[in-house]
Nanobody, 124 residues
Framework: QVQLVESGGGLVQAGDSLKLSCAVS????????MGWFRQTPGKEREFVSA????????YYADSVKGRSTISRDNAKNTVYLQMNSLKPEDTAVYSC?????????????????WGQGTQVTVSS
């Protein structure tokens, strides 16, 4: 059973940077898409970014494109989301997900495994 554990969230000011981590254990995700989603109270989960683990192809939501970089470390079995120039509207719980999500990698329902999430709060 694949397990995902996020870390790296916190309270920052607008313009700051954060690097989120998603540690993978319990199984191989080499053939999976690894995604980052975020959610605020009362709203649907929103796609943020994804990476195809085996080939490294990356995908970004328009809201974070140019400000964020997703990457993975094979040796550490960890996926990262580097977020720069953070805005108050980036405030959310960020969750890591894994699954064979092709072709609709932006849809949360296409992911099989989820972490508990890490809170990111950006103050203005």
């Amino acid at each position: 059973q694949v397990q995902l554990v996020e870390s790296g969230g916190g309270l920052v000011q607008a313009g700051d940077s954060l690097k989120l981590s998603c540690a993978v254990s319990g199984g191989t995700v080499r053939s999976y898409i690894m995604g980052w989603f975020r959610q605020t109270p009362g709203k649907e989960r929103e796609f943020v970014s994804a990476i195809a683990w085996n080939i490294g192809e990356t995908y970004y939501a328009d809201s974070v494109k140019g400000r964020s970089t997703i990457s993975r470390d094979n040796a550490k079995n960890t996926v990262y989301l580097q977020m720069n120039s953070l805005k108050p509207e980036d405030t959310a719980v960020y969750s890591c997900a894994a699954g064979r999500a092709w072709p609709n990698i932006r849809m949360a329902n296409n992911y099989n495994y989820w972490g508990q999430g890490t809170q990111v709060t950006v103050s203005s």
